[in-house]
T-cell receptor, first 115, second 109 residues
């Protein structure tokens, strides 16, 4: 595997379900990100992890819970979601985060539908 | 006001046309700017960085005007394969990337 991979690619879940999205990067980067892309809206940053520590949380509802067990893996745990949470969830990684720009490489995304 | 604003389009142009996209940003502390390209149902990918002096990469030219807080992307001799959404992106130290909504381009034969 190369680059940034995400699983599953598609997910349909009910509002009472609990599911997790997985992201893995094979680029040796030390920063990882979760973004949400809804129709007609810009990409919204949800979480940033740098060296496995969360450095930014853009006021995301607690029904989204990230986990970064190591620099290569990032999870997004989902529970009691709402239909408006249906979107494309993109994971990205970069070499470093914060003070200087580092190109972000995106995974293919998980298209989530909440019924 | 959104921090990065773009005309959403769509821009429908014939092959060979020249097309220009504009983008404005509201936070003067933004340091670096980029154009990302996102194909339908695919992830965004970096197209090019934008410098004050302007930069060119083949058929693509990007320009930054800090005084007007304005960024542009010019595509010459459009190809069918240029059809995509072009995302204007700003970066400030201490934050992650700030994306515009994107401008959709459709090139037809």
């Amino acid at each position: 595997e190369t680059g940034v991979t995400q699983t599953p690619r598609h997910l349909v879940m009910g509002m009472t379900n609990k599911k997790s999205l997985k992201c893995e990067q094979h680029l040796g980067h030390n920063a990882m990100y979760w973004y949400k892309q809804s129709a007609k809206k810009p990409l919204e940053l949800m979480f940033v992890y740098s060296l496995e520590e969360r450095v930014e949380n853009n006021s995301v509802p607690s029904r989204f819970s990230p986990e970064c067990p190591n620099s290569s893996h990032l999870f997004l745990h989902l529970h009691t979601l709402q239909p408006e949470d249906s979107a494309l969830y993109l994971c990205a990684s970069s070499q470093g985060a914060g003070l200087a720009y580092n190109e972000q490489f995106f995974g293919p995304g998980t298209r989530l539908t909440v019924l | 006001r959104k921090e990065v604003e773009q005309d959403p389009g769509p821009f429908n142009v014939p092959e060979g046309a020249t097309v220009a996209f504009n983008c404005t940003y509201s936070n003067s502390a933004s340091q670096s700017f980029f154009w990302y390209r996102q194909d339908c149902r695919k992830e965004p990918k970096l197209l090019m960085s934008v410098y004050s002096s302007g930069n060119e990469d083949g058929r693509f030219t990007a320009q930054l005007n800090r005084a007007s807080q304005y960024i542009s992307l010019l595509i010459r001799d459009s190809k069918l394969s240029d059809s995509a959404t072009y995302l204007c992106v700003a970066f400030r130290a201490g934050t992650a990337l700030i994306f515009g909504k994107g401008t959709t381009l459709s090139v037809s034969s």
